[in-house]
């Protein structure tokens, strides 16, 4: 089918009727607008896993314990997990966040060694001064995300409960998560006020050499700190962040039932409107066919201004919902682990490919009626 050859007249039908052309364009937009939302949730999820899983390295966590707040492990575990075959270094995390619960403001501070940080993270400084950040203690660099979410800026003083820092730098990083985050010095989240941390870290973020097993050595560092002071939970990085996140990735997964209602208002807002429309026209597709026009081309008028109405809404709203995440930069996090709403082309694309989708389906019974017309009852219709 050839939408380009009715487009023109399609158009102008639209515009005779531009109240209810544009309530259901709008309506089509909102749909596909919350449609993307809930998709960029599930896009940082799927996003996360994959980056993590091919970074290949272990997080080494206290036993039996969930919030960050909680685990404790003596920071001398490391001289123990560097002498493991496969192991390429280890770097020290003291962590702390203002909520360990699900929510969409979560601030989460990484204390680690400076010089580790470069090794162990990639990303790049789009403002202030890495030097120093390494010589003062109190200084940290910060996510462009949580930086655009709070107003922070090089320069200022970084206040979250009794924690200050002064801010050294903003960071950009290929991994959406990774802007979600503050790193500070480790020293400085140990000795913090009302924090005497001094010899002990959250975790252990073991990095591998290529091909080791990470399942293996996790295993095998869990029974190596078995009968220790504190025992270990050790799982591959992209794993740990999962079940950290918990409930929350059940209800990003109960979600999916949101966007599919979304496509069923699509769907249902497109087809009334077409139903309407091809009644008020029942006259006007009998005198096509009086022309000599077929019924397959009546059918095919119709379902292509099904097809435009919901191209014109999805449009819209997928573009209206980019430019939202784009501009917002939201994240929602859990346990200090955060999933960054990520605006992929793969999502602005299917978000368009469902509109299609929905403005076919929508359109194919209206059509189907309109081109099933008889001529002498349709002409003698009063509308």
């Not at 960071?171 to 503050?182: A, K, L, R, V």
Request: negative net charge; glycine residues 8%; aromatic residues 8%.
């Amino acid at each position: 089918m050839n939408i380009f050859k009715f487009l023109p007249y399609v158009l102008k039908t639209l515009w005779r009727h531009r109240s209810r052309t544009f309530l259901t364009v709008t309506g089509s937009a909102v749909a596909l607008f919350v449609f993307c939302f809930v998709g960029s949730v599930q896009e940082g999820m799927n996003d996360l896993k994959r980056r993590q899983a091919a970074k290949g390295s272990l997080v080494v966590f206290q036993a039996n314990k969930f919030c960050p707040a909680t685990s404790h492990l003596p920071q001398d575990y490391k001289m123990l997990l560097m002498s493991l075959d496969g192991v390429r270094d280890v770097m020290p995390v003291q962590v702390f966040t203002n909520n360990c619960r699900a929510s969409l403001d979560v601030v989460v501070f990484y204390g680690v060694p400076p010089r580790m940080l470069q090794e162990a993270r990639n990303f790049d400084l789009v403002s202030g001064n890495w030097s120093e950040f390494e010589q003062n203690q109190d200084s940290a660099v910060v996510g462009r995300a949580v930086a655009s979410r709070r107003d922070i800026h090089v320069g200022d003083k970084f206040t979250i409960g009794d924690l200050s820092v002064n801010v050294a730098g903003i960071f950009e990083s290929e991994d959406p998560s990774e802007e979600n985050y503050i790193y500070s010095h480790l020293e400085f989240l140990q000795r913090g006020k009302g924090m005497n941390l001094v010899g002990t870290v959250t975790q252990l973020e073991v990095l591998l050499n290529e091909g080791v097993d990470q399942l293996a050595k996790s295993e095998e560092i869990d029974e190596m700190f078995r009968g220790g002071p504190v025992e270990t939970d050790t799982r591959p990085k992209g794993v740990f962040q999962a079940k950290a996140l918990g409930d929350l990735t059940q209800l990003i997964e109960m979600a999916h039932y949101l966007g599919y209602a979304c496509v069923g208002l699509v769907l249902a807002l497109v087809a009334t409107t077409t139903i309407m429309s091809v009644e008020d026209r029942i006259q006007e597709h009998a005198v096509l066919q009086t022309l000599g026009f077929p019924g397959v081309t009546v059918f095919q008028m119709v379902l292509t201004e099904s097809f435009v109405l919901s191209i014109l809404g999805g449009t819209l709203g997928v573009g209206a919902a980019i430019f939202t995440l784009k501009l917002t930069s939201l994240s929602v996090g859990a346990e200090a682990v955060t999933i960054a709403f990520t605006a992929s082309p793969r999502l602005a694309f299917t978000g368009l490919l469902v509109a299609a989708i929905a403005g076919i389906l929508a359109g194919i019974a209206p059509a189907w009626h309109a081109s099933r017309t008889e001529i002498v009852p349709a002409l003698r219709h009063s509308g």
